[in-house]
């Protein structure tokens, strides 16, 4: 592609190869105590191999009970220097530069994953997710801090960084003083902006004096915090003028704290618009003089470059997308926009992971955190390989499997690849889904894999083939309760309504089942019918989906008035309506033209035991063994070609 995405820009003195950025993003790959591992170096070097022009680390505590997380690195004493110079080493030999993010988690914190210790804040304000009540700092303790961030930022360059970036955003520490919504101080460090903003100017000033004018220091902040009461763009546009005046190096634009809404939070689910930062950081760009970083919700090189173009900041930072594909940047370079594994903001694996108290993955690139375990490189003896299944966790496991130099042969029942997951993609707001199973298709074409559509399995096929190894990934089927007039002309399945296959008319629907499938199902319907129920035999709805994702889908199923049957277990369905009993074992009937069944789904495995009669290394992957998601699938899959 001809574009400004790959021309070079500089961050004070540092000059950046590309405008490509990896923002930080806790990952939980390091030691309880702040230490770099093998692991954390191995998943860096893997961005840097894929061409990103600047990788920003995940925030390093400036003291010992400074994180928010139980396994982030620190750089508050000097034995850590050690191993963030091998890390900033490692780097160093590819374009990428690396940059170390500092900060103080503030009231975002728990005593769970801190040493045990109470968190501080500006003002004692709990924290509406981490519910901590957090210490008012004094002012010794304020003059405390800032010393741990000048002597954090001394070891960041003595560590070999190429600079390092305050971390005034998303609701920690340094943007608690910066908020009204967190900062009720009636001293020096409270009330009126100049004051608020006293502990970053503070801070700025010590880490000068511990890394000299020289070394590149730029300043994350949260254009806007979509709060009662909290900062919004013009108080940004405040900010960055004087963050320009005081000489910091470059501004880094992003959103919100813990507690603002979902849609407008720091990691963007999918039903996020694209590029939500683009206009705040355009008017940044038009009043200071450094370069800008704009971040959230861009996972695509085309709207990066346009972004640039359209002077809406001089970097892209793509946090998620380059989780979901390191090489991205190379990918794009080379035009090879086909291959690209986008980000699909499912938040499985990268934000329910840490949610856990767990390592961040990736539903799409299973590889993420486990870098370090094995290259993909040919094996010295290639076997011939059977992977039954298209969808995600076969797709996955063919993919792996012929990187490493296995011939491999895809064999899937249907006219269509992705299994269950191609359906996934026609509820609102996740059509984003499609791009996984594309870009898996792309990868096999260009791995000369054949893929056999239209092909059902049989114990024929699996004895003529003469596979080495056999990958069972015939994934899961609807369940079919035993329920009277299951079988009716007017029951259908969830699947079959999204994939167009079965035409709803304008009567009342009920949809049994309240699972992320059925809602999901009752809200695509929203679009043509106004007259929907859904009915779920447990105590609430979408049990099964990811928490932020869900509190989205609930409020959008609020907006449109789908009505919701809870404690409702479902006894008999007739040509007009939907029975239940409830929770006093009274029968209950609701008006019903057409019934959605959305049980759920049992797993499929009809050739495990077949296939063991004719080879001796069969696994099985994903929902073929369990029903469950995609994100567990997909790593199944992945594990099982590593283990050809």
């Known amino acids: 592609m001809t574009t400004e995405l790959f021309t070079p820009h500089n961050i004070g003195t540092c000059t950046i190869p590309n405008r490509l950025i990896v923002p930080a993003m806790v990952m939980n790959l390091c030691t309880e105590d702040g230490f770099i591992t093998e692991r954390y170096i191995k998943y860096m070097e893997e961005k840097a191999k894929g061409g990103w022009g600047l990788l920003i680390t995940e925030d390093y505590g400036v003291n010992e009970h400074a994180k928010g997380?139980?396994?982030i690195p620190g750089l508050f004493k000097d034995e850590q220097i050690e191993g963030n110079r091998k890390l900033t080493e490692t780097i160093h030999p590819y374009d990428s530069k690396i940059s170390a993010q500092i900060y103080h988690a503030g009231r975002q914190s728990?005593?769970?994953?801190?040493?045990?210790?109470?968190?501080?804040?500006?003002?004692?304000?709990?924290?509406?997710?981490?519910?901590?009540?957090?210490?008012?700092?004094?002012?010794?303790?304020?003059?405390?801090?800032?010393?741990?961030?000048?002597?954090?930022?001394?070891?960041?360059?003595?560590?070999?960084?190429?600079?390092?970036?305050?971390?005034?955003?998303?609701?920690y520490l340094i943007c608690e003083f910066l908020s009204p919504f967190t900062n009720k101080r009636v001293d020096e460090y409270g009330g009126c902006f100049e004051n608020r903003v006293r502990f970053l100017d503070e801070i700025y000033a010590e880490i000068r004096k511990n890394v000299g004018p020289d070394f590149p220091v730029q300043v994350r902040i949260s254009a806007n915090e979509y709060l009662l009461g909290g900062r919004t763009e013009a108080d940004a546009y405040e900010l960055a003028r004087h963050l320009d005046e005081i000489g910091v190096d470059c501004i880094h634009?992003?959103?919100?704290?813990?507690?603002?809404?979902?849609?407008?939070?720091?990691?963007?689910?999918?039903?996020?618009?694209?590029?939500?930062?683009?206009?705040?950081?355009?008017?940044?760009?038009?009043?200071?003089?450094?370069?800008?970083?704009?971040?959230?919700?861009?996972?695509?090189?085309?709207?990066?470059?346009?972004?640039?173009?359209?002077?809406?900041?001089?970097f892209v930072g793509?946090?998620?997308?380059?989780?979901?594909?390191?090489?991205l940047p190379n990918k794009a370079k080379e035009g090879r926009m086909e291959n690209i594994r986008y980000c699909i903001g499912c938040l499985q694996?990268?934000?329910?992971?840490?949610?856990?108290?767990?390592?961040?993955?990736?539903?799409?690139?299973?590889?993420?955190?486990?870098?370090?375990?094995?290259?993909?490189?040919?094996?010295?003896?290639?076997?011939?390989?059977?992977?039954?299944?298209?969808?995600?966790?076969?797709?996955?496991?063919?993919?792996?499997?012929?990187?490493?130099?296995?011939?491999?042969?895809?064999?899937?029942?249907?006219?269509?690849?992705?299994?269950?997951?191609?359906?996934?993609?026609?509820?609102?707001?996740?059509?984003?889904?499609?791009?996984?199973?594309?870009?898996?298709?792309?990868?096999?074409?260009?791995?000369?894999?054949?893929?056999?559509?239209?092909?059902?399995?049989?114990?024929?096929?699996?004895?003529?083939?003469?596979?080495?190894?056999?990958?069972?990934?015939?994934?899961?089927?609807?369940?079919?309760?035993?329920?009277?007039?299951?079988?009716?002309?007017?029951?259908?399945?969830?699947?079959?309504?999204?994939l167009g296959k079965k035409d709803i008319g304008f009567g009342p629907v009920v949809v049994c089942g309240g699972g992320e499938v059925g809602a999901e199902t009752a809200h695509y319907l929203t679009q043509t019918n106004q007259n929907i129920t859904v009915v779920e035999m447990q105590n609430d709805i979408l049990n099964d989906m990811m928490p932020l994702s869900r509190q989205c889908l609930l409020g959008y199923m609020k907006e449109t008035g789908i009505k919701v049957i809870t404690n409702a277990k479902v006894s008999r369905i007739t040509e007009n309506a939907v029975e239940y009993t409830d929770v006093n074992g009274e029968t209950v009937s609701v008006p019903a033209e057409t019934v959605i069944s959305a049980f759920g789904y049992r797993a499929y495995n009809p050739?495990?035991?077949?296939?063991?009669?004719y080879c001796s290394n069969v696994q099985t992957v994903g929902s073929a063994i369990k029903a469950g998601n995609a994100l567990t699938a997909v790593r199944e899959g992945y594990e099982a070609a590593l283990k050809l």
Do not use: W
């Open 69 to 71: 997380y139980r396994c």
């Open 110 to 171: 728990r005593h769970l994953v801190n040493g045990n210790v109470q968190p501080v804040a500006p003002s004692a304000i709990k924290d509406t997710f981490c519910l901590d009540m957090p210490k008012e700092l004094t002012k010794e303790e304020i003059h405390q801090i800032v010393k741990d961030f000048g002597s954090t930022a001394r070891r960041v360059k003595e560590s070999g960084f190429d600079g390092l970036e305050i971390h005034a955003a998303h609701g």
């Open 253 to 314: 634009v992003s959103n919100g704290m813990y507690a603002s809404p979902i849609e407008k939070q720091i990691i963007a689910p999918m039903y996020t618009k694209h590029a939500l930062n683009m206009d705040v950081a355009e008017q940044i760009k038009k009043l200071v003089s450094c370069p800008v970083i704009v971040t959230n919700r861009i996972n695509n090189p085309n709207m990066a470059d346009t972004l640039i173009k359209m002077g809406k900041a001089d």
């Open 318 to 327: 793509m946090g998620r997308g380059s989780l979901a594909d390191p090489y």
């Open 349 to 498: 694996g990268c934000e329910a992971g840490l949610l856990n108290d767990d390592c961040a993955t990736c539903l799409v690139n299973p590889r993420v955190g486990r870098e370090y375990e094995k290259e993909l490189t040919k094996t010295e003896n290639p076997k011939k390989v059977m992977v039954i299944g298209g969808g995600p966790a076969g797709l996955m496991a063919a993919e792996t499997a012929a990187l490493q130099g296995h011939d491999v042969t895809v064999f899937e029942a249907k006219d269509t690849l992705g299994g269950a997951f191609k359906s996934a993609a026609y509820p609102l707001g996740k059509g984003e889904l499609s791009t996984f199973v594309s870009s898996l298709r792309k990868s096999l074409d260009d791995l000369n894999v054949p893929v056999l559509l239209n092909s059902e399995v049989t114990e024929e096929t699996i004895r003529d083939f003469h596979a080495d190894a056999i990958i069972v990934a015939t994934g899961s089927r609807p369940l079919h309760l035993t329920i009277e007039g299951i079988d009716n002309a007017n029951v259908f399945t969830a699947e079959d309504v999204l």
């Open 607 to 613: 050739l495990e035991e077949t296939a063991k009669k």
